[in-house]
């Protein structure tokens, strides 16, 4: 009888190292799978394992967080481990790299043009091929990694002008078309800082199915233009921040392809072909026949 209780007591032993060798493997996962650094006061980027960048803005009575990534890993904890203030969650586009994680929020603000794209692309299988395609790795699908609670996420609508008062600091939304009909970036008005999701990338992508003819994104890089005086640095949600001079240099790229002046050259991707051309920092692959 002893050397049977004996057993038991070795194997509840093995049993319960394996479960918490389990849980510690999986929380280093989920935590390794985000970067966080600190870029201005209040000011984070995660980065989404190379992937994309999302942010958080804190004010002195709320916080905004700019774009949901892929949703492959727990993004509402390493967000609650950065502000412990209320969270506003807004998308710049519907795209799966940066609405990708919405499904673990109650709420989150973007155009109602791209609704339609974001509801599509909030499913597993979704943001498991988003996932792979993107960082090339292992990404793990939902089922492997988070799980934490699932909203039915309300989508609620914001247009040009609206600002988000986050007590001390105001973030008013800009309608940037182009990339994708519904494109928004959201500029902190007090720091001069202008968060623009994959409308001022070093490569911008016009090829895609949604995207705009490239005539009307020019007229969004246009009012930019215009607008430079407002904002001093461009925190895009690929790549690493830039002087909002950039937006010069795109500018001359999207008039160059217009008027034939600047070389195209082929250009692949996971995505579709295209073809590209380059003035400048400013890369823009576009589709010829949606110009
Ligand atoms: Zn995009």
Same mark, same amino acid.
Request: hydrophobic residues 40%; neutral net charge; charged residues 20%.
């Given at each position: ?159 040009? !002008? ?10 008013? /939304?800009?309608?940037?078309? #182009?990339?994708?009909? &519904? +494109? =928004? ?53 690929? !790549? ?10 795109? /500018?001359?790229?999207?008039? #160059?392809?217009?008027? &034939? +002046? =600047? ?29």
């Amino acid at each position: 009888m002893k050397i049977r209780i004996n057993t038991m007591k070795k194997t509840l032993t093995i049993i319960c190292l394996l479960l918490i060798c389990q849980f510690l493997v999986r929380a280093q996962e989920s935590s390794s799978w985000f970067s966080v650094k600190e870029l201005r006061p209040q000011v984070w980027v995660i980065g989404d394992h190379g992937a994309d960048n999302m942010y958080v803005i804190e004010g002195s009575d709320s916080a905004l967080l700019v774009d949901t990534g892929l949703g492959a890993a727990d993004l509402l904890a390493c967000v609650k481990k950065i502000t412990s203030k209320p969270l506003i969650v807004v998308n710049t586009h519907g795209h799966p790299d940066h609405s990708g994680a919405n499904y673990q929020f109650e709420k989150v603000y973007m155009h109602p043009a791209d609704f339609e794209a974001a509801r599509s692309y909030n499913t597993p299988e979704a943001r498991s091929g988003a996932s792979r395609s993107m960082t090339g790795d292992a990404a793990p699908g939902e089922e492997e990694k988070f799980k934490g609670e699932i909203h039915n996420t309300k989508l609620m609508a914001v247009h040009e !002008g609206t600002i988000f008062h986050l007590g001390g600091r105001n973030i008013r /939304v800009m309608e940037t078309p #182009g990339h994708t009909p &519904g +494109s =928004l970036c959201f500029l902190d008005v007090e720091n001069k800082l202008f968060f623009s999701g994959d409308n001022n990338n070093g490569l911008v992508w016009l090829f895609l199915g949604n995207c705009l003819p490239l005539n009307k994104y020019l007229v969004t890089l246009q009012k930019q233009e215009s607008r430079l005086y407002e904002f001093t640095t461009l925190l895009p949600g690929h !790549g690493p921040e830039m002087s909002s001079q950039f937006v010069k240099d795109q /500018v001359k790229c999207v008039q #160059g392809i217009l008027d &034939g +002046s =600047l070389e195209r050259k082929p250009y692949q991707s996971f995505a579709g072909n295209a073809m590209i051309a380059t003035f400048g920092k400013a890369s823009v692959a576009f589709n010829p026949d949606n110009l």
